[in-house]
């Protein structure tokens, strides 16, 4: 196995659609497993929003299977470990052709931040 990380910036989405601030296809073309998924607020969204991130059949459908719920009204490090909510899991398998996407719940004008992807490549 191979070990990969992805790392890039989070957009200050103004909307509610599904990926509007990370949406990721799978860098390396076949099955992985995500080992560890890392939002690094630097600058808090200036009202009161939380995101959602997983893995989608596209980039712009909505998931929470890596993160569910995790406010970004303050700055700091939250994972798919430790910040997961209800429905996060530490581990998650990533098709081929699927995507990580993050959706924000209200606008996170404001936010400065990046998504930290940390994988291991199966095949």
């Known amino acids: 196995m191979q070990y990969g990380a992805y790392r890039a910036?989070?957009?200050?989405?103004?909307?509610?659609t599904g990926g509007a601030?990370?949406?990721v296809a799978n860098p390396e073309g076949v099955k992985?497993?995500?080992t560890r998924f890392i939002l690094h607020i630097i600058t808090a969204s200036n009202g009161a929003a939380t995101v959602d991130a997983g893995i989608?059949?596209?980039?712009?459908?909505?998931a929470d299977t890596l993160i569910d719920g995790k406010s970004v009204a303050t700055a700091g490090?939250?994972?798919n470990i430790t910040d997961k909510g209800s429905n996060g899991l530490p581990l998650r398998e990533w098709g081929a052709s699927q995507y990580v996407t993050v959706t924000a719940s209200a606008t996170l004008a404001g936010l400065v931040g990046y998504a930290y992807i940390e994988y291991l490549r199966t095949e």
């Open 9 to 16: 910036a989070l957009t200050a989405a103004t909307t509610t």
């Open 21 to 23: 601030v990370l949406s």
């Open 32 to 34: 992985l497993l995500i």
């Open 56 to 62: 989608a059949a596209n980039g712009t459908t909505s």
């Open 77 to 79: 490090a939250f994972d």
